[in-house]
């Protein structure tokens, strides 16, 4: 399995639905994606146990077809394709 360094935002708690929320970047080659998770747990709970659970989570959501998620692509190299058509004219 590649190697994918994942990012986990800033944590809310969500005291109507009893769960923490969290945007979760992973870190791809093809540029970097960011899911939302979310985890059923108390205020209360520990910290490693949340991040865990949010984790999973946004891996679960990550994989899954159709689900919601934002996606930057890497930088280009080379010249942007406005400005071929520019240079073509």
């Known amino acids: 399995m590649a190697y994918i360094k994942t990012q986990i935002g800033e944590i809310a708690y969500n005291p109507a ?3 923490f ?3 979760v970047t992973f870190h791809t080659a093809m540029g970097r994606f960011s899911v939302a998770a979310s985890y059923d ?3 209360t709970a520990e910290f490693d146990r949340v991040s865990d659970g949010l984790l999973r989570d946004a891996l679960r959501n990550y994989a899954q077809t ?5 996606r930057l692509a ?6 942007a394709p406005q400005d071929m058509q520019r240079h073509a004219a």
């Open 41 to 43: 747990a108390p205020l």
């Open 74 to 79: 890497p930088a280009r190299r080379g010249p």
């Open 66 to 70: 159709g689900t919601l998620r934002s």
């Open 17 to 19: 639905l009893e769960c």
């Open 21 to 23: 929320e969290a945007l």
